[in-house]
């Protein structure tokens, strides 16, 4: 072999290896930026997940905050009909709030031995673990149940104001106008 032979020989090895690295080099860093694609997703996930258990325990008040809130509405929309005047209120819950959740309906039947079948349904909650915690899936929170409202204002003498308040409020609130009390204020 000549020399010229042996450098092209030389310089072909070089070009195969520096190919071969750089092959290796474009897969390493493929595989690197799929590793940081992945702890990026974990981190995102993990931040999603507490996001929602957190808004969803800001969103529940307490029956005591709920009724406050409904009393200042109520106050605040009694005031301003025609006669009302300075007005109170005061409602009463029959019940607090109420979580509605998912069921996993599971339909089954027995065969017994005259061939008779009996249909069973069993009702079981959709469980999920949480972090070590075990919560069923809330699919709804339903509002307290109003017994009763009662109003005091100036106008709650006269009988035309005491109908727009009972009409009012029952609109409002969904109750029953026997559920609505209205007073004249001192």
Same mark, same amino acid.
């Given at each position: 072999?000549?020399?010229?032979?042996?450098?092209?020989?030389?310089?072909?090895?070089?070009? &195969?290896?520096?190919?071969?690295?750089?092959?290796?080099?474009?897969?390493?860093?493929?595989?690197?930026?799929?590793?940081?694609?992945?702890?990026?997703? =974990?981190?995102?996930? %993990?931040?999603?997940?507490?996001?929602?258990?957190?808004?969803?325990?800001?969103?529940?008040?307490?029956?005591? =905050?709920?009724?406050?809130?409904?009393?200042?509405?109520?106050?605040?929309?009694?005031? %301003?009909? &025609?006669?009302?005047? %300075?007005?109170?209120?005061?409602?009463?819950?029959? %019940?607090?709030?109420?979580?509605?959740?998912?069921?996993?309906?599971?339909?089954?039947?027995?065969? &017994?031995?005259? *061939?008779?079948?009996?249909?069973?349904?069993?009702? =079981?909650?959709?469980?999920?673990?949480?972090?070590?915690?075990?919560n069923g899936i809330v699919i709804r929170v339903e509002e307290p149940k109003i017994r009763g409202v009662a109003?005091?204002?100036? *106008?709650? *003498?006269?009988?035309?104001?005491?109908?727009?308040?009972?009409?009012?409020?029952?609109?409002?609130?969904?109750?029953s106008s026997a559920r609505v009390s209205v007073a004249k204020m001192n």
């Amino acid at each position: 072999m000549n020399i010229a032979e042996k450098i092209k020989e030389i310089t072909d090895r070089i070009s &195969d290896k520096t190919r071969l690295s750089k092959k290796l080099m474009l897969v390493l860093v493929l595989f690197a930026a799929g590793l940081v694609a992945l702890l990026f997703s =974990e981190l995102g996930q %993990s931040r999603e997940e507490k996001i929602p258990q957190e808004t969803t325990t800001l969103q529940k008040a307490t029956a005591q =905050e709920y009724v406050q809130s409904l009393e200042e509405r109520i106050t605040s929309i009694i005031s %301003s009909i &025609d006669g009302a005047g %300075s007005t109170r209120v005061m409602i009463t819950l029959e %019940s607090g709030s109420e979580d509605v959740y998912l069921h996993n309906y599971d339909y089954g039947e027995d065969v &017994d031995e005259d *061939g008779a079948g009996n249909r069973e349904v069993k009702n =079981e909650y959709v469980v999920v673990d949480n972090s070590g915690e075990e919560n069923g899936i809330v699919i709804r929170v339903e509002e307290p149940k109003i017994r009763g409202v009662a109003v005091v204002c100036e *106008g709650g *003498g006269n009988d035309y104001v005491k109908a727009q308040i009972i009409s009012t409020v029952t609109a409002l609130l969904d109750i029953s106008s026997a559920r609505v009390s209205v007073a004249k204020m001192n």
